[in-house]
């Protein structure tokens, strides 16, 4: 069973900067894409970035693109968001994910959230 623990959210002044932590277990995850999502309150759930576990390929969101960096270090089975310049509206739940290769572009793995909260 594949589990996802996320750590490192908190309140940070705006400018500010946090690093996310996620720690995987329960499987081999060499061809998983590992991602990050945040949901404000009152908004749906947003994709922020994703890092392929073997090849490193990154995406982002555009809200986000150069002032996030996701990241994994393979032998620890962690991905890491590195959040800088933070701005208030980044201010929400962020949950780590999992996708398998072959999962049609579902995540069906998901951390319990941390809650990042960005003041002006």
């Known amino acids: 069973q594949v589990q996802l623990v996320e750590s490192g959210g908190g309140l940070v002044q705006a400018g500010g900067s946090l690093r996310l932590s996620c720690a995987a277990s329960?499987?081999?995850?060499?061809?998983?894409?590992m991602g990050w999502f945040r949901q404000a309150p009152g908004k749906e759930r947003e994709f922020v970035a994703s890092?392929?576990?073997?090849?490193?390929?990154?995406r982002y969101a555009d809200s986000v693109k150069g002032r996030f960096t996701v990241s994994k270090d393979n032998a620890k089975n962690t991905e890491y968001l590195q959040m800088n310049r933070l701005k208030p509206e980044d201010t929400a739940v962020y949950y780590c994910?999992?996708?398998?290769?072959?999962?049609?572009?579902?995540?069906?793995?998901w951390g319990q959230g941390t809650q990042v909260t960005v003041s002006s």
């Open positions: 890092i392929h576990w073997s090849a490193g390929s990154t």
């Open positions: 329960g499987r081999t995850f060499s061809l998983y894409t």
């Open positions: 994910a999992a996708r398998p290769p072959n999962s049609g572009g579902a995540w069906p793995y």
